[in-house]
């Protein structure tokens, strides 16, 4: 038996074999946890820290590209872009003038009404500094982090609409997963008629899915959809996608929606991050409940 | 011709510690460049490229651990889960380490389709735990498996040059 086995005259250490096992083992032990739990968060920004300089050295090049680029633009297009912008203002005064005026008379409606006025959210600007380059995963890593006072879960978007919504937070960085991947989904409305919604992202850039929609719903193509507010973490009122295609197979319960994001999902340099989390009421428990749990409410009013 | 003198000049072609981590370093910031679209479905994956030159190269060098702790590198600049890339590139260690003396064997042409399922097998580690974890696969991106694999000998005689000792009289 032992003569089969080969001569080992150096010390190498345990075999290829084991080393791979226990490796093996380790990244299915932290793959297991970090899925399942979040102790990994800190060790993880505590590594991006040091990762940080090198990411930046990294984007370097291109972003030096971009402002070289930018610098040269020509005085001619300058120029023009002025004037259009100077037609456009002219353009915008006359409908801000307009708008003023509706501003006022939904004020004075609202007052009728004793609705509480929903305060215009506070801002701030943050640029793209990183995409991913997973090709699973839908996420972008903007340049404001714990240090600016984001927080997950907060919302991201651009100036025409919503863009995602920050997941994990380091110190100068911070996570946005987009509208569009796999796992995200955003509670909507449609702005036509009111109809409430859930749209999903589709792991593709240019598309989101409308599931779970019946055949005979009023739906139709160019119909926009809107935040609902209803899950209270989405502020209600913005615009999230339009309509593209609508496919209604009767061979299935559900109509076939796709959806294109309406914000510049994969465009912008410059997004912006909403700084509120909206507070909704909490909650009202569950009104079915178990029999041990009535029993334990029945003492309580016994007392 | 040319392979055959650089395979055997193999175990003369001198190595350092610090050329091998600045080679890892060097593939690490190479894979974190912003790609972007097109560029990324086709983005190869240099560091298992290196590595896997290590590990077949040197395997005495390079082992699993190595591999292991770079892959926990990326998985942090990635932003995928912790262990992902680190189980994929223990796995490729491993095979490189356990083919590295059938690798050898071959010039670089042969070379090239006999690392191409090793490669393979990192990422299809990689996207299999993706599966199990997300529940989704997207199949563009085993095209990089593949854009790796032709980068093979580009990679073997950049790496093979710079271990070359500069001051070789008798080399044109």
Redesign the interface.
């Not at chain 1, 380790?26 to 793959?31: D, F, W």
């Not at chain 2, 894979?31 to 972007?36: A, H, N, T, V």
């Given at each position: 038996m032992e003569q089969n086995q080969p001569l080992r005259f150096f010390n190498?250490g345990p075999s290829?074999?084991v080393?791979?096992v226990f490796?093996?083992l380790?990244?299915?032990?932290?793959?297991f946890?970090?899925?399942r739990y979040r102790y990994?968060e800190s060790?993880?920004s505590g590594?991006?820290v040091l990762?940080y300089p090198?990411?930046r050295?990294?984007?370097t090049p291109?972003k030096l590209w971009h402002e070289i680029d930018d610098f040269f633009v020509s005085h001619n297009s300058l120029i023009r872009d002025n004037s259009e912008l100077r037609n456009q203002h002219t353009l915008d005064i006359a409908q801000l003038l307009q708008l003023q005026v509706l501003q006022a008379e939904n004020q004075h409606l609202r007052n009728l009404l004793m609705v509480q006025q929903r305060a215009d959210y506070p801002m701030q600007l943050a640029e793209i500094m990183?995409?991913?380059?997973?090709?699973?995963?839908r996420?972008i890593?903007l340049d404001k982090g714990g240090q600016a006072n984001v927080l997950a879960g907060q919302i991201v978007m651009d100036d025409s609409g919503i863009v995602g919504q920050v997941t994990?937070v380091y110190p100068w960085m911070s996570?946005v997963t987009l509208i569009t991947d796999?796992?995200h989904s955003v509670p909507v409305q449609v702005l036509r008629n009111g109809l409430r919604a859930v749209v999903f992202g589709s792991?593709d850039t240019g598309e989101l899915a409308l599931r779970y929609i019946p055949i005979s719903s009023d739906i139709q193509n160019g119909d926009v959809l809107v935040t609902s507010g209803i899950d209270g973490t989405y502020p209600p009122g913005l615009p999230v996608a339009k309509v593209i295609q609508v496919e209604r197979d009767p061979a299935y319960p559900f109509a076939r929606i796709l959806c294109a994001p309406i914000a510049g999902v994969d465009k912008h340099r410059q997004l912006l991050i909403l700084s509120t989390l909206l507070k909704l009421p909490e909650r009202p428990e569950a009104v079915v409940e178990t029999a041990t749990d009535k029993s334990k409410n029945g003492k309580r009013g016994g007392r | 011709m040319r392979d055959r003198i650089l395979q055997d000049q193999e175990f003369q072609l001198p190595v350092s510690r610090i050329f091998i981590a600045a080679s890892l370093f060097v593939a690490?910031?190479l894979?974190?460049?912003?790609?972007?679209g097109m560029w990324?479905?086709f983005?190869p994956d240099f560091v298992a490229l290196v590595l896997l030159y290590w590990c077949t190269h040197k395997p005495?060098h390079v082992?699993?651990?190595i591999?292991?702790t770079v892959?926990?590198?990326a998985d942090?600049?990635?932003?995928?889960?912790?262990?992902?890339h680190?189980?994929a590139y223990?796995?490729l260690a491993?095979s490189g380490?356990?083919l590295h003396r059938r690798v050898l064997m071959f010039n670089l042409h042969q070379q090239t389709l006999q690392v191409f399922p090793l490669l393979l097998l990192a990422y299809t580690v990689y996207a299999a735990?993706?599966w199990q974890?997300?529940g989704?696969i997207?199949w563009?991106?085993f095209i990089g498996s593949v854009v790796s694999t032709l980068l093979w000998a580009p990679v073997t005689i950049l790496l093979q040059a710079w271990r070359r000792p500069r001051a070789a009289p008798d080399q044109l």
């Open positions: 190498r290829p074999a080393r791979l490796f093996a380790l990244s299915l032990l932290l793959l946890v970090d899925v990994l060790i993880r590594l991006s990762l090198l990411q050295l990294v984007t291109s990183y995409v991913e380059r997973d090709i699973f995963n996420k890593l994990r996570e796999k796992d792991g | 690490l910031l894979d974190w460049l912003p790609w972007q990324l479905v983005r005495y082992g699993i651990s591999a292991w892959g926990i590198l942090v600049a990635d932003a995928s889960l912790f262990g992902q680190a189980l223990s796995v491993f380490i356990v735990v993706h974890l997300r989704s997207s563009e991106y």
